[in-house]
């Protein structure tokens, strides 16, 4: 060993100290109002926020979105509330696909539907951001490959950030994770903004209380 290499090394090692527990996260983030934070971040992100007080409330914009996009054909992904909600019978007008019924129909179904319905498994009220994932029968296809994304968010899923989001959890995280914020946008190398090339041109986020 060269006498500068010893040199250096014995430095590091004088320079080495114990690592100490930083102990449980503890947000930086203080947001009075949740629901009005979420709110103002997704919409300068370029989606949109409509508030309604109650579930109820909440399937009534449903019906009022999809009637005024002019929809058809609609996908929803299994989950609460939607699961509890007997959509294709609530709203007989639209060819409906759950994901999870068929499979190999799902894929065909998203890429022709008007709408991708779905819940999300927590909201980031700092970003404007809803996380999906694919466990339990649902399909990241369902808020992909359909023009407009339409979101059940129910209040009680807000959390300031993803730290928080993060330190709350339990259990290993589902195999894949989606965080969105606002309509798909991308940019080419002179930055002219392009929405809904990759993904969704349109978010529609209904946050009941």
């Known amino acids: 060993m060269s006498e500068a290499r010893a040199q250096i ?7 080495q100290a114990d690592a100490t527990d930083p102990g449980a996260w503890t947000t930086r983030r203080d947001f009075p109002d949740l629901v009005s934070r979420f709110s103002t971040a997704l919409e300068a992100a370029r989606g949109e926020v409509f508030i309604e007080d109650d579930l109820a409330a909440a399937v009534v914009r449903l019906e009022r979105l ?7 054909r609609v996908v929803a992904n299994p989950e609460p509330p939607l699961d509890t909600l007997d959509l294709p ?9 759950v994901a999870g019924e068929n499979r190999e129909a799902l894929r065909q179904f998203c890429s022709e539907a008007d709408a991708g319905l779905s819940s999300a498994q927590a909201a980031l009220a700092e970003t404007g951001t809803v996380i999906v994932d694919n466990a339990d029968g ?5 808020t992909l490959l359909p023009p407009v ?4 968010l129910p209040a009680s899923r807000l959390t300031s950030d993803i730290f928080t989001w993060t330190a709350a959890r339990s259990g290993p995280l589902p195999p894949n994770v989606t965080l969105i914020s606002g309509p798909s946008k991308t940019a080419d190398i002179e930055q002219t903004l392009a929405v809904g090339v990759h993904g969704p041109r349109r978010l529609s986020v209904i946050v009941y209380r």
Request: glycine share 4%.
């Open 149 to 152: 994304h339409i979101v059940l």
């Open 9 to 15: 090394l014995e430095r590091l090692r004088a320079r």
């Open 89 to 97: 019978v609530r709203f007989p007008d639209y060819a409906w696909h």
């Open 66 to 72: 999809l009637h005024n996009l002019g929809a058809q």
């Open 138 to 142: 649902r399909s990241r296809l369902v």
